[in-house]
């Protein structure tokens, strides 16, 4: 998957060309009596920001009449709204232990999870009026990526919580921390993605751009990591919709969704007796191995076809290579047998995830039907970051079917043709 922001290399860092984006150079190293203590320690921070919000609550009233008047953001407004945005960034990044140190109180520190906002620009007067209603698709994905801890309780696919990916990143990452004292790599960059999407929205809102938010994870990470997973998903690159399809695709999806669940029946008695015969001989049968890899991968066609992530109608078989969106699954490898015992225990973090990325998943097909019935073209943002969330929930189906022992890797990426399991990936990574 590629993203269309493009990328530049400053001081050996990559930064994207979005107006506002994010610096990271946390190592991902953790104190665990800070961690213990994050949310004590974040308080002061956050009842500063919480004072700060009211000066700028008006300062933002100020610069919107001043931007619509002139077509441009006072430099002064401009500079004390941009530090409000970035304090409220580290607040975030720390208490969500994105980052480790202590964040100054005044929004000019460079910090491990830092932002930078372009100078002022002239922006249409159109945009600048209409803002809060023009900013409303992605508030709507904003309540998916912070959950109620920051605005309301978001809508949810399968699992219910509350947390959005944020604070489900951040819970997971807690406790993750205090074993390894280290936040695992794929937690780290699912906190940071969601950081960063809430500070271009925040950047929006507060008329410091005319960018709009993009939930594309690489304008917020820059270079994503490249995997080669066991089971892994990729996003053909072709933008094009039919508008006609589009509109039907609930009703064209309806048959491809009865074989599936009817599939589901013979793949629960087939992942069961995988199961059994991988305790057994650890390693996966290979004709069990084929059959349930042919139905996660016909998932991945129907849901990619369902949540426009696919343009064409999929085949009913599964069949390799069939589809512009496709999980890749490596054969049969050896797994480890303790891993194979409880891997419906060992599963139940990666499960309680895969809800926050559905919901995810759920809204951006949500943002983007409306959004190819009027342009014929699927965003790109939204296509990556739909396409992250759909390979999270395929690698969780590929190891509760016992198709490897690799666990999912959380972290936005660009997938690579399947191989072994990665060495050393942190379980809840």
Partial sequence: ???????????????????????????????????????????????????WSIAAFIAALGNWLATLARGRSPE?????????????????????????????????????????????????????????????????????????????????????????LLGTCAFLGWFAALVRARMPGGLRDCVVWSVGFGAQLWAYLLVLTSAYPDPDPAVALGELPRRSDPVGFAAGGDLRRSRLTVFFRLPLAVPHLVWLALWSVVALLAAIANWVATLAQGRSPAPLHRFLSAYLRYQAHVYAFLWLIGNRFPGFVGAAGSYDAEAAIAPPQAQNRWSVGFRLLLVLPAWFLASAFGSLLWTCAFLAWF????????????????????????????????????????????????????AAEPAVG
């Fill in 371 to 422: 959004a190819a019935l009027v342009t014929g073209r699927m965003p790109r943002g939204l296509l990556n970051a739909a396409a992250q969330a759909l390979r999270y929930t395929l690698q969780v189906s590929g190891y509760v079917l016992v198709l490897s022992d690799a666990y999912p890797y959380s972290g936005p990426c660009h997938q690579e043709a399947a191989g072994p399991p990665p």
């Fill in 76 to 164: 002064g407004l401009h500079r004390f709204l941009a530090r409000y945005v970035r304090f409220a960034t580290h607040a975030y990044a720390y208490v969500n232990l994105a980052a480790e140190p202590l964040p100054s109180f005044s929004g000019q520190s460079s910090y491990a999870v830092d932002v930078e906002i372009a100078p002022a620009e002239r922006q249409n007067r159109w945009s600048v009026a209409f803002r809060g209603f023009l900013a409303l698709p992605a508030a709507l994905l904003a309540l998916v990526f912070v959950g109620s801890g920051v605005y309301v309780a978001s809508a949810t696919f399968g699992l219910s919580t509350d947390f959005g």
């Fill in 1 to 51: 998957m590629s993203s269309r922001v493009g990328v530049r290399v400053r001081d050996g860092a990559v930064v994207n060309e979005h107006p506002v984006h994010l610096l990271v150079s946390d190592d991902r190293q953790r104190s665990r009596g800070t961690v213990f203590f994050r949310a004590w320690f974040a308080l002061p921070f956050f009842l500063w920001l919480a004072l």
